[in-house]
Structures are given as structure tokens and as C-alpha cells.
């Protein structure tokens, strides 16, 4: 989205299905028992698959949400961003009796800093934050950031948030509220929030549509931007912005750095439902992180790959190759320059075992794609290019298995 006018640049969704036959069924499971299924069963998966989940789905935020935590205690002057040794993590916090541990218990952060503290997602510091702040004003933080109604985005189908009523929170749902737990949210309200702090603190209703022309008359009718009313100062949404660089660059989020670009972000990872065993995992960032124009809202529902379900190195890595491909499509200037290229010989790795060539060609500088079996094991049977051809650090290469 663009974070001044709100206007939504893409908005995709996996897995999709063929807008030319939308009853035939995406899902490889439900369509071998297709035939067998009651109407009303048929019914209902084929709502939930032309569902759009950016709009219509909620789900646990998880430690994104720290963001707003974060915001309005800098906003309420409870917080510093750089005051050494603020805050310190134990491992746990005792909230009316309850234990909540960090997601760190094993190794705890110790003396932190706000700034710190983020890039940590460490729960303890934003528990203690949410108690600070007192259900009162965190409610009211809710509404200026747009949680606690629909964005207002041109499409049908919008939900809402689901949040207990105010009277109802105590200590121990404040504290899970605080580090983005035990309520949900839809992705278009998360991204409406993102971009609240990075236009300098003030909301924008997302749109899709910027202008409707009259087929017969010509007539243009332009659809305004938004705006809604201050939620934070600037200067408290710069600081925010300058503490989700350091989360990019040195944190949880630096899995979603593009080289040359300044790249904010926060990741997080929650339950899917309580005790399901299934994650959600997501990623919010935005470029540049001292002045941006883009946001976005990378989530992911229940990831089972090799790279767990942590949200610094599955969302955020989609986020890096999402930004790598459209900020210079969107003209947006680097920040810093480019390194000078250096040559290298590409290596022989013919024979080895992926695992093998894997660390050959990183010691060497040099990215790689496999073709075929991916497995550490599998055997590289053929390479592009041949042992000995001079090429650029950086380059990726084509390395091809059985």
C-alpha cells in the first residue's frame, strides 16, 4: 500500500483459483472426495476459497503488533527509544498470578532498551508497557489506529476486529493483548495501522479504486484520499520507524534487508487457535524506514517447511524478494550504493552433494538455484556455469540434480 494516499498497489492471495471455473475446488484433498460431500459441504468451501483473507479472515497478529504498543507508549511519554538498560528480561513476567514467558525463556535478553526490546520481540518489556498504559488508554490507542472497526476499503465483504469489550480485559488479557495475542484482526487493518505510522502518524483509508470515468460522457470523478484524524505526533512515528530499521537491519527482520535499500519491519509469529499446533507467521515493512512510501503485510497461515514457523525466517525473507523485485520497478532511489562488483571463477561443484556446493559457492559470494531434487543429499549433476568462467559476486547460478 502507499502509505500517503492509501492506495492498494497489490493484493494477492495463496492458494488461488481459476476466476474461469470458479466451482472447481483448489483443494487436491477436497476434490478426491468431491462427489461424496452433502451440497451444504460443497457450499461452504467453495465460500471460504473465493474468501478474500486479506479483508474477510482474522487472525493473532502476534509480536507485529508491538508496533502500536510501542507507539503509544512513546506517545504517552512512558517510554525512551535509546535509554540504556530500561527494561530487563528475565525470561518470565508474573501478570496476576499468571506466568507468561518471552518466546526467549531458554536464553533471556537481559538489560534492554526500547529500541532493543523490539528488535528482540521480547515479550516482558511490551507486557510491562500494556500495564503502564492501563486498559483505558490502550483502548483508545485501539481506535485511533482503526483496530477496533472496519478500514472502510472499497470492497465487499469487509470483518472486523475481535477484541473483548473494554470492561471486560483484566491484567492477564491486557498483557497478551500488549504483545499481539488473544484477539484477531484482519491483514487490511494491520496494513491500514503500518501505514498510519509511516505517513507521520496519520491514518489513510485504504482504496483500490482512484477514479471512476463515465463510458459515455468522459467525465472523470476522482475519489479523495481519506484521511482520518492524528493517532501519534511525527516525531513519535519517526522514532517507531527508526526502531523497525534496527529490527531490519540487526534484528529478528534482517532476513527481509534488500542491499541498498533502507528497509523497516517487525515479524512476528502466534497460534492458529489455541493449542492447534499450527502457526501463523508474518512480516510488516515498510521502505524507506526514515521516510516511506511502501508498506506491506506479509502472512502466512500454518508455514511446515524446514524453516520452522517463526516469522524472522519464513515471512521475512518473502518480504526481502517482494521489495528486492518492485522497489526499483517502483523507481524508488537506494539509499545507500551499490557495492563494486568483484569476479570470482565460478567453482567445480559437479559431483558434489547440495549441502556441499551450498557452502562452496556462499564462501565464494555467489547465490544458487537447484533444479530437480533440493534434498542436501541429492547429487549436482551438471552446473551454469562451467568451473572456471568469471562472474560477478552476487550472481546467481543454476546448479541441476536428478
Known amino acids: 500500500m502507499n502509505a500517503h494516499t492509501g492506495d492498494i498497489l497489490a493484493m494477492a492471495e495463496y492458494p488461488t483459483y481459476d476466476l474461469n471455473n470458479p466451482y472447481t475446488i483448489n483443494n487436491d484433498e477436497m476434490k478426491a472426495q468431491w462427489d461424496s460431500l452433502q451440497a451444504s459441504d460443497r457450499s461452504n468451501a467453495l465460500q471460504e476459497m473465493w474468501r478474500n483473507k486479506a479483508i474477510s479472515n482474522g487472525y493473532e497478529p502476534g509480536s507485529t503488533f508491538k508496533i502500536l504498543t510501542a507507539?503509544?507508549?512513546?506517545?504517552?511519554?512512558?517510554?525512551?527509544?535509546?535509554?540504556p538498560g530500561a527494561y530487563y528480561c528475565s525470561g518470565s513476567i508474573i501478570v496476576a498470578g499468571v506466568k507468561i514467558n518471552c518466546w526467549r525463556s531458554y536464553n533471556p535478553h537481559?538489560?534492554?532498551?526500547?529500541?532493543?526490546?523490539?528488535?528482540?520481540?521480547?515479550?516482558?518489556?511490551?507486557?510491562?508497557?500494556?500495564?503502564?498504559?492501563?486498559?483505558?488508554?490502550?483502548?483508545?490507542?485501539?481506535?485511533?489506529?482503526?483496530?477496533?472497526?472496519?478500514?472502510g476499503v472499497d470492497l465487499p465483504g469487509e470483518a472486523s476486529s475481535i477484541f473483548l469489550k473494554e470492561?471486560?480485559?483484566?491484567?492477564?488479557?491486557?498483557?497478551?493483548?500488549?504483545?499481539?495475542?488473544?484477539?484477531?484482526?484482519?491483514?487490511?487493518?494491520?496494513?491500514?495501522?503500518?501505514?498510519?505510522?509511516?505517513?507521520?502518524?496519520?491514518?489513510?483509508?485504504p482504496r483500490l479504486v482512484k477514479g471512476v470515468v463515465d463510458s459515455e460522457t468522459g467525465v472523470r470523478t476522482d475519489v479523495p484520499v481519506k484521511?482520518?484524524?492524528?493517532?501519534?505526533?511525527?516525531?513519535?512515528?519517526?522514532?517507531v520507524l527508526s526502531m523497525m530499521g534496527s529490527v531490519a537491519s540487526e534484528g529478528t527482520g534482517k532476513n527481509a534487508a534488500v542491499p541498498g535499500y533502507s528497509i523497516g519491519g517487525k515479524t512476528g509469529t502466534s497460534e492458529d487457535g489455541v493449542n492447534t499446533g499450527k502457526y501463523i507467521t508474518s512480516f510488516l515493512g515498510v521502505s524507506d524506514s526514515k521516510n516511506p512510501?511502501?508498506?506491506?503485510?506479509?502472512?502466512?497461515?500454518?508455514?511446515?517447511?524446514?524453516?520452522?514457523?517463526?516469522?524472522?525466517?519464513?515471512?521475512?525473507?518473502?518480504?526481502?524478494?517482494?521489495?528486492?523485485?518492485?522497489?526499483?520497478?517502483?523507481?524508488?532511489?537506494?539509499?545507500?550504493?551499490?557495492?563494486?562488483?568483484?569476479?570470482?571463477?565460478?567453482?567445480?561443484?559437479?559431483?558434489?552433494?547440495?549441502?556441499?556446493?551450498?557452502?562452496?559457492?556462499?564462501?565464494?559470494?555467489?547465490?544458487?538455484?537447484?533444479?530437480?531434487?533440493?534434498?542436501?543429499?541429492?547429487?549436482?549433476?551438471?552446473?551454469l556455469?562451467?568451473?572456471?568462467?568469471?562472474?560477478?559476486?552476487?550472481?546467481?547460478?543454476?546448479?541441476?540434480?536428478?
Do not use: W
Open 293 to 383: 512510501d511502501i508498506v506491506m503485510a506479509v502472512i502466512l497461515y500454518n508455514p511446515t517447511g524446514e524453516a520452522g514457523h517463526q516469522g524472522g525466517t519464513v515471512a521475512a525473507p518473502v518480504a526481502g524478494e517482494i521489495f528486492k523485485e518492485i522497489l526499483p520497478y517502483l523507481d524508488v532511489q537506494k539509499t545507500t550504493p551499490d557495492a563494486p562488483a568483484v569476479s570470482v571463477a565460478m567453482p567445480e561443484v559437479t559431483g558434489m552433494t547440495a549441502s556441499e556446493a551450498e557452502k562452496t559457492l556462499k564462501d565464494a559470494g555467489l547465490a544458487y538455484e537447484i533444479q530437480g531434487d533440493s534434498s542436501a543429499t541429492a547429487v549436482i549433476t551438471d552446473q
Open 227 to 239: 484521511e482520518g484524524t492524528r493517532a501519534i505526533s511525527a516525531e513519535t512515528a519517526e522514532n
Open 110 to 151: 537481559g538489560s534492554e532498551s526500547l529500541r532493543q526490546a523490539l528488535m528482540n520481540s521480547c515479550n516482558p518489556v511490551f507486557v510491562g508497557l500494556g500495564e503502564q498504559l492501563g486498559v483505558q488508554k490502550f483502548y483508545s490507542y485501539l481506535e485511533s489506529f482503526g483496530m477496533l472497526s472496519k478500514t
Open 385 to 402: 556455469p562451467e568451473k572456471g568462467i568469471m562472474i560477478n559476486t552476487g550472481t546467481k547460478v543454476i546448479l541441476k540434480t536428478e
Open 71 to 83: 507507539s503509544a507508549a512513546l506517545q504517552e511519554g512512558i517510554a525512551e527509544v535509546d535509554k
Open 167 to 205: 470492561n471486560k480485559v483484566g491484567p492477564v488479557e491486557l498483557a497478551t493483548y500488549a504483545f499481539g495475542q488473544r484477539f484477531e484482526v484482519t491483514p487490511m487493518q494491520m496494513i491500514k495501522m503500518l501505514g498510519t505510522i509511516a505517513n507521520k502518524g496519520i491514518p489513510v483509508t
